[in-house]
C-alpha cells in the first residue's frame, strides 16, 4: 500500500543576514528521510532544537519566510507542493501546534473547532470538555484545557494525517495517557498519526514505530517493539537515549547535540559516539536494518563493521 507521507531527503536552511549585508545559510534539517503509513502512530523523538517542529511545519507547508525547503515530500503517493499543502492543510492534514499560542485570542472556542455546534460539542466531550467550553474565549482556558481544544479543532476534520507537536506539555500523566490514547483511536480509524515528541517513553507507550532525530537527521527508524531490548537497537545515540529512560537508571552521556550551523561533516553524532571511527567524517548512507533503518557506518545492530 502506497504510504501515507514519503519525507526523502528533505533540508530545510535558513538564511540569515549579518549586520545586513553578508548572507548566510544555516542548515537546521539534513537528508532527512520519514515513512508514515495509514494506521500508524508514527513516534519522532529528539532532543529541543533537533528540527522536529521544522519537519512538522515542513510537512504543512507553513514554515517562515526565511526558510529553504528543498528534496521531496509525497502525500499518498503525490508531490506534497505548498499548494496542495495548502489546499489539505486544517482538512485532510492536520497540525496540533506546539503552541496554543496559535488558537485566535478574540473568537470563542467553540467556532474555532467546528462550524457545526453539535460536532463542536461531541468532540469538545471526547477530549474530557464540557460543553460550555466552546463558549470561552481562549484566555479563560487553563493550560490542559487549552491543549485540548488544540487538539479537538485538529481532529474534527477528521484528517488523514495527523501532524501533533509536542501533543501533551504540562498534562499530568494520567490527563497525558487519555489524549496519547485518543491519537491511537484515530490511527486505528485509519489515520497516520506523527506525534512529535522529547518524550521516548511517553512516545512507546502509543507508538508503532519511532524514529530518532539527532541534529536535523534521522539516524534510526525502527519498531517500537525493538525498544523492549537494548540489542535490538541499532543506532548509538538510540542506545543511550535507550540507557536515558527511567527504568534504564537514567545514564547520560557526556556533550551535546551541536546547534545549526556547527554541525560535523559526516555523522552528526560522532563527536560523542563510542564506536567512532575515522571514517565516520565522511558519506554515511541510510542502510535498512532487520525491519528498521540506521545512518552509521557502524551500528551497534546489523551490517558487519
Ligand atoms: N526561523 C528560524 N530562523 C533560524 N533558525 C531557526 C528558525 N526556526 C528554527 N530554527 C532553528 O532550527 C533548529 C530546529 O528547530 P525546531 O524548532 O525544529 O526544534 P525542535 O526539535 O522542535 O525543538 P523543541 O523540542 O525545543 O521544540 C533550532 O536550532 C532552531 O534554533
Ligand atoms: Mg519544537
Not at 122 to 141: H, I, K, M, Q, S
Not at 211 to 235: C, I, K, N, Q
Request: charged residues 20%.
Amino acid at each position: 500500500m502506497t504510504p501515507i507521507l514519503e519525507v526523502e531527503d528533505l533540508s530545510i536552511s535558513f538564511l540569515q543576514y549579518d549586520r545586513g549585508t553578508r548572507r548566510r545559510v544555516l542548515p537546521a534539517i539534513r537528508r532527512l528521510d520519514l515513512t508514515l503509513e495509514a494506521g500508524q502512530v508514527t513516534a519522532v523523538v529528539g532532543s529541543s532544537g533537533s528540527g522536529k517542529s521544522l519537519l512538522a511545519h515542513g510537512i504543512l507547508g507553513i514554515l517562515p519566510y526565511n526558510a529553504r525547503m528543498a528534496g521531496t515530500i509525497r502525500y499518498r503517493g503525490e508531490p506534497l507542493t505548498p499548494q496542495r499543502a495548502a489546499a489539505l492543510r486544517g482538512r485532510e492534514i492536520v497540525l496540533v501546534p506546539q503552541s496554543v499560542s496559535y488558537l485566535d485570542p478574540l473568537r470563542k472556542v467553540g467556532p474555532q473547532v467546528d462550524r457545526d455546534r453539535d460536532k463542536v460539542q461531541a468532540v469538545l466531550g471526547r477530549y474530557g470538555l464540557g460543553p460550555e467550553t466552546g463558549d470561552l474565549y481562549p484566555f479563560e482556558l487553563s493550560g490542559g484545557m487549552a491543549r485540548r481544544v488544540l487538539i479537538a479543532t485538529a481532529v474534527a476534520a477528521s484528517p488523514a494525517l495527523v501532524v501533533a507537536d509536542e501533543p501533551t506539555p504540562g498534562l499530568d500523566a494520567r490527563v497525558a495517557g487519555r489524549i496519547l490514547g485518543h491519537f491511537r483511536e484515530l490511527a486505528e480509524g485509519g489515520a497516520a498519526v506523527l506525534l512529535i515528541t522529547h518524550d521516548l517513553e511517553l512516545a512507546l507507550t502509543i507508538a508503532h514505530k519511532v524514529a530518532v532525530f539527532y541534529a536535523g537527521e534521522t539516524v534510526e527508524e525502527a519498531p517500537a517493539a525493538d525498544f523492549a531490548r537494548r540489542e535490538d537497537l541499532r543506532h548509538p545515540y538510540t542506545r543511550a537515549l535507550w540507557d536515558a529512560l527511567p527504568q534504564h537508571g537514567f545514564t547520560s552521556i557526556p556533550g551535546t547535540q551541536p546547534y545549526p550551523g556547527a554541525v560535523p561533516e559526516g555523522c552528526p553524532f560522532a563527536p560523542r559516539c563510542p564506536r567512532r571511527q575515522p571514517d565516520c567524517g565522511g558519506d554515511i548512507p541510510y542502510q535498512t536494518v532487520a525491519g528498521g533503518r540506521v545512518r552509521c557506518l557502524h551500528p551497534e545492530r546489523g551490517a558487519a563493521s
